[in-house]
């Protein structure tokens, strides 16, 4: 392996390479991929179409480092909801608002190192997680669970604790949305959100654990693409120079890498394009362009590097500023060499706690479920059930094709088990007649997910309860409803440890580590 740059690129198309973070199709990597790492790309950002298993990953990043040993691949793997590494099956891992109701830092550093493992095991040295963001708004359509909670404190120190794990793994946190992406009513992945609120707001709220984050050392920030008019009135977050360097470099004093969320995604591409976007983002502060969860293709790697080098030459960015972009870049890519190296030295073991199988997902899983007993009389269920999951439409970041709920679980622990997904469109009175239907003579457990922010789901469920009171509840998502039901079981979080550990109560047995 070599790290020595095979083409006959110049310094401002290397460094403008260097700064690019793009995705691509497919388990293997693909001839223009090798091409463009060859050439001066150095990283490659993974995402659930490039996984299958631990072993076919671990040969796709050897694949990557036989052609240059210093490329960063990154992962947006944050456990719990948004999962990459196990985007089939659900994660293993509880997500973070799971963590954030537990409020056991040691807790939430080992689930965090657990997971850097087996990235690392993998090859992967960078992590598009943690989310950092306040969740202050509860109608939020795209962080909820993804958040440590509501309280600043809280989501500060849990966030530490993260970095933390990650790190001490060998992978490099990376901390999101900066700088706050709470607060929002609007998914970014859509349109552009804006944020109202004052600076003694912001640092009183949005920026605490960001602050926290920092100063544990934190490798990398990603920027949000959302409008703070106390800040900028004109450009978002991930666009302007006035939060990007004035605010996250020169006041809070971070020195490591900022990367923006994806550039593809509508608060951006919709109004400025990818190109001028990109431009615009490493002016204004930013040193890595994440791009590919929508556009992966070369096509898209040769735009965004002809821009920069356009951007240059046109006087519209400073070569200085995309050489320090590209210097941070390959900062970030020797410590995460060094961390390799370490895991990889003669004698190297691994941290207690953290070797495979022990289950610590599971662990948390069931400490972060909290149970409702109506009448303090419930029986565990023994015999088969209709599992009723009243499916809202899955936001962008968690993607429709990771299963979820407790289907598969009570369909291993209660054979006969049926299951049926419903979802809004057919009217409150025919879609509980389908679910009674289809339910015939067995127990009803119906499965919700942010009940508090669906009418027709909440709807449904009323009507589901008033034809068989006896039914069981699980609510996989913020549990900010009041709870009902014969019994109701809030799992904070919809990874598929969470149906594991809801199935324990339903049926009074252990599912297994």
């Known amino acids: 392996m070599t790290t020595l740059l095979r083409g006959s690129s110049d310094t401002l198309t290397r460094d403008a390479l260097t700064v690019l973070q793009p995705g691509f199709v497919g388990t293997r990597a693909p001839d223009w991929l090798l091409r463009q790492v060859a050439e001066g790309l150095s990283a490659v950002g993974l995402f659930g179409r490039n996984i299958t298993s631990p072993a076919q990953l671990a040969a796709l990043t050897a694949q990557?480092?036989?052609?240059?040993?210093?490329?960063?691949?990154?992962?947006?793997?944050?456990?719990?909801?948004v999962t990459r590494l196990e985007v089939r099956d659900g994660s293993s891992f509880p997500g973070n608002y799971a963590l954030g109701r537990v409020d056991d830092v040691d807790l939430t550093r080992e689930v965090a190192r657990e997971l850097g493992r087996r990235l690392a095991d993998c090859g992967v040295d960078l992590n598009w997680a943690p989310s950092a963001d306040v969740n202050s708004n509860p109608n939020n359509p795209v962080i909820g669970v993804r958040s440590f909670g509501a309280d600043p404190r809280l989501a500060a120190r849990h966030t530490v604790a993260y970095v933390e794990g990650l790190q001490a793994a060998g992978v490099a946190a990376c901390t999101k949305h900066f700088p706050g992406h709470g607060d929002t009513s609007v998914d970014s992945h859509h349109a552009l959100p804006r944020i109202d609120v004052d600076l003694d707001t912001l640092h009183a709220r949005e920026l605490v654990p960001f602050r926290a984050a920092i100063a544990a050392g934190s490798k990398a920030v990603m920027s949000a693409h959302i409008l703070l008019p106390a800040l900028d009135p004109d450009r978002p977050a991930t666009l302007s120079p006035q939060i990007l360097t004035g605010l996250l470099r020169e006041e809070l004093g971070y020195q490591?890498?900022?990367?923006?969320?994806?550039?593809?995604m509508q608060a951006i591409s919709s109004t400025y394009g990818i190109e001028?976007?990109?431009?615009?983002?490493?002016?204004?502060?930013?040193d890595a362009i994440c791009v590919g969860g929508g556009l992966a293709d070369e096509e898209t790697v040769l735009r965004l590097r002809d821009a920069l080098v356009a951007a240059v030459r046109g006087g519209d960015l400073p070569e200085e500023r995309l050489a320090d972009a590209a210097a941070r870049v390959r900062a970030l890519a020797e410590w995460t060499q060094r961390a390799r190296g370490a895991r990889t030295e003669p004698g190297a073991a691994a941290q207690e706690g953290t070797a495979p199988g022990s289950g610590i997902g599971l662990v948390a899983a069931r400490r972060a479920t909290r149970v409702t007993d109506r009448d303090g009389a419930f029986e565990p269920l023994t015999e088969a059930v209709h599992v009723a999951a009243l499916t809202p439409v899955a936001n962008i970041a968690v993607g429709d094709e990771t299963p979820w709920g407790v289907a598969a679980e009570l369909v291993r622990l209660l054979p006969g088990t049926t299951t049926g997904s419903y979802a809004a469109g057919t009217g409150t009175d025919a879609l509980a007649a389908d679910v009674l239907a289809d339910a015939a003579d067995r127990r009803i457990v119906a499965v919700v997910r942010d009940v508090h922010r669906h009418t027709w789901m909440a709807d449904a469920l009323d009507a589901l309860l008033a034809a068989r009171p006896d039914t069981v509840v699980v609510e996989m998502g913020l549990g900010l409803a009041e709870p009902r039901g014969a019994?109701?079981?809030?799992?904070?979080?919809?990874?598929?440890?969470?149906?594991?550990?809801?199935?324990?109560?339903?049926?009074?047995?252990s599912a297994g580590a």
């Open 64 to 81: 990557l480092r036989a052609e240059r040993d210093d490329v960063l691949v990154a992962i947006d793997e944050e456990g719990g909801d």
């Open 256 to 264: 490591g890498l900022i990367v923006t969320d994806g550039m593809e």
């Open 276 to 286: 001028r976007g990109s431009v615009l983002a490493i002016a204004a502060g930013a």
């Open 487 to 509: 019994l109701h079981i809030a799992t904070h979080g919809a990874a598929r440890v969470c149906g594991r550990a809801a199935a324990e109560v339903v049926t009074g047995r």
